[in-house]
T-cell receptor, first 112, second 111 residues
């Protein structure tokens, strides 16, 4: 199965810094989703993007659906320690299977 | 409270001993799915179900079975578990073509 490209695998930032994460695909999607996973828990939806070019914010988080429909980015501003976790992008192409295609995730560490 | 509930959360068992991981959702979602999460590989879909009695294979279905007799439940069955099925498993549900809600995961160790 296809996977989305997320890199690097890990990121280390200082508390208060902004961070940006990219996700790219060779295929187009109708929906882009960003999830965060805390240790011992399942992924939790952060932001959903439904239209090419769409820019959506959720508190300190901002995400955009690329115009080509093959990429998306997530920005976290003024990071805090509880931002630590694994961030997954997921693409969704509406159709017979509502399957999400996931990136491999980026582990974010925030130094106090 | 809207949730996806998986049981058990942790299980250590031996090769060949049949096991079932249950998944239940209380949101009346049509769509349910199972994923496994492995280091360096992210989340990969095992099986999915579009509605009651409608199931199909995902990307890594070998060694697994599912059933969808009721809308709220979607159990994952390992008839003869093997060590390569040691993994972290997630159940998810949603309304069709909507973002999926995930359970808290089941960590399986097959010795």
């Amino acid at each position: 199965g296809q996977q989305l490209n997320q890199s690097p695998q890990s990121m280390f930032i200082q508390e208060g810094e902004d961070v940006s994460m990219n996700c790219t695909s060779s295929s187009i999607f109708n929906t882009w989703l960003w999830y965060k996973q805390d240790p011992g828990e399942g992924p939790v939806l952060l932001i959903a993007l439904y239209k090419a070019g769409e820019l959506t914010s959720n508190g300190r988080l901002t995400a955009q659906f690329g115009i080509t429909r093959k990429d998306s980015f997530l920005n976290i501003s003024a990071s805090i320690p509880s931002d630590v976790g694994i961030y997954f992008c997921a693409g969704h192409f509406t159709g017979a299977n509502s399957k999400l295609t996931f990136g491999k995730g980026i582990t974010l560490s925030v130094r106090p | 409270e809207a949730q996806v509930t998986q049981n058990p959360r942790y299980l250590i068992t031996v090769t060949g001993k049949k096991l079932t991981v249950t998944c239940s959702q209380n949101m009346n979602h049509e769509y349910m799915s199972w994923y496994r999460q492995d280091p360096g590989l992210g989340l990969r879909q095992i099986y999915y179900s579009m509605n009651v009695e409608v199931t199909d294979k995902g990307d890594v279905p070998e060694g697994y079975k599912v059933s969808r007799k009721e809308k709220r439940n979607f159990p994952l069955i390992l008839e003869s578990p093997s060590p390569n099925q040691t993994s972290l498993y997630f159940c998810a549900s949603s309304f069709s073509n909507q973002p999926q809600h995930f359970g808290d995961g089941t960590r399986l160790s097959i010795l």
